[in-house]
Structures are given as C-alpha cells and as structure tokens.
C-alpha cells in the first residue's frame, strides 16, 4: 500500500527517469534504435526493480499513467537526437481494452514531432490482452500511424502463435531465456531456428534479446536475425544531455 501511495506522487511529479538499451541490426554492426526503459528511486529507498514497482502499477490502475508517460518523454527526447535513429516504448497490454492506446501515441508523436517511423511500440507477450477484438483493433489503429508494433518476451507467454494469427505486429522479440541457452542446448537452437523462420514467412523481423556471446550473435546472423540486444554491444545507459542518442553509433 505505500509503494502504491509513493507511485501516484511520482506520477503526479513525474518523478521517474529513462535508461537507454541500444539495438543492433547485426547485418551492418550499427546501433539503428534505442529502447526507453522507466526507472524510479523510491523516496526513502534505492532503485525499485521495474518488474516490481510495475507489477504494483497494474495491480492498482496505475500503469497507463506511467506508460503515458514513459511515451511522451522518450518521444520528446528521440526528436532531439542529432542522428534519428528509432525509439522503442515498452506499453502494458493492460490498458489496450480501453482503446486509448492509439490516441495516446498520437498525441506524444504531434507534441514532439517525431516522425512515426521511428517509432516502435512493444507489448509483452506475459500480459493479458484483453478481449481479441478490442486489442486487434487498437492495435490496427497505432499501425495505421505509422507505428511499429512489437510483440515482446515472445515464447515465454501464452496463446503465442494465436496472436500471431490475429494481431498485426510487424516484429517479435525473442526472449533472453532462449537466447542464453545457444550452444548449449540443441532443442532451442531448433526452435529459434524455427521461430526465425515462421517470422519471416509471415513478413515479420526478429530482434534478439540477452545477447552476451559472440557465439550466440554468430547463430542469429547467420539464421536472419536482423537486430540483437544485450550487454555484448551495450548495458542500459542514462541518456546524454547534448541532444546526443546515448551510447554511441
């Protein structure tokens, strides 16, 4: 109950801040996008584990509130990069049953005048989507924007392939749990063989997450994974204050 308490004054005050994780598009080694994760230092306390400070959001009808905005923000600072890389904003499927999702987004991509095609909107798989028709429709709504949709954490949730079939995303996110197992594991190696290819077929991209060996980017490059992240190209940064992207490129 106090951490809900502490959440609606950071809310109110914006009391939150942005790391950065870059991605790669492994055919060319280049930095092309950076993902906007939230962080928050609780009042009287550390650094609270996103996964629980947004666990805690859902719980208490408090996660549109941060999604909204984690979305402004990192679309007003993407505008101000000198290299217009893209922009990647992780939204709880939570709140697509309200249908305000998409109107969210375009209001932050006029506020900040970033073009809508640097701009991709990810969804984890782990979440509840709420009823097919009202998600689908949202979803339809932030494409018809311009916007990329991403379906993240993909294999570690449920009814995967079924959204696949029924919703419009435009790239999956291999999830970590997968990816740490390369060369160790023969049956996982099949399936990310297989997942890569399903993708491609049904005129998806891939993004590799948890990326730490050579090893494990060798075997995606050379099955067509066309972008990875982890920390063998980068750990999540602070963004820089000279309208710089953070990191480098």
Same mark, same amino acid.
Not at 48 to 65: K, Q, T, Y
Not at 148 to 155: A, E, H, Q, S
């Given at each position: ?77 993407? +505008?101000?990069?000198?290299?217009? !890389?893209? #922009? =990647?904003?992780?939204?709880?499927? %939570?709140?697509?049953? @309200? ?71 435009? +790239?999956?996110?291999?999830?970590? !749990?997968? #990816? =740490?197992?390369?060369?160790?594991? %023969?049956?996982?190696? @099949? ?59």
């Amino acid at each position: 109950m106090t951490m809900h308490e502490d959440l609606q004054a950071a809310i109110r005050q914006g009391d939150f801040l942005l790391n950065w994780m870059p991605v790669l598009e492994t055919g060319t080694e280049h930095v092309v996008a950076f993902e906007a994760l939230v962080r928050w230092k609780r009042p009287k306390h550390d650094y609270v584990d996103p996964n629980v400070f947004l666990a805690c959001a859902e719980e208490r009808g408090l996660i549109e509130d941060i999604d909204r905005w984690v979305l402004h923000q990192a679309c007003r600072l993407a +505008q101000e990069w000198v290299q217009p !890389v893209g #922009v =990647s904003v992780n939204v709880s499927p %939570a709140w697509l049953a @309200t249908e305000r999702v998409a109107a969210t987004v375009a209001t932050a991509l006029q506020e900040s005048g970033l073009d809508p095609a640097r701009l991709q909107i990810e969804f984890s798989e782990k979440g509840d989507f709420g009823p097919a028709e009202s998600a689908g429709r949202e979803l339809a709504r932030i494409r018809a924007l311009g916007v990329r949709i991403v379906l993240d954490d993909f294999g570690t949730g449920i009814a995967s392939l079924e959204r696949l079939i029924n919703l419009p995303f435009d +790239q999956i996110k291999l999830d970590r !749990v997968f #990816v =740490s197992r390369l060369g160790l594991d %023969a049956r996982v190696e @099949t399936i990310l063989r297989s997942t890569l290819y399903m993708a491609h077929a049904l005129g998806m991209t891939c993004c590799a997450e948890g990326v730490e060996t050579e090893e494990q980017l060798g075997f995606l490059d050379a099955h067509g994974c066309e972008e990875i992240q982890g920390y063998l190209i980068g750990r999540p940064t602070i963004a820089l204050p000279d309208s710089q992207p953070p990191g480098s490129i």
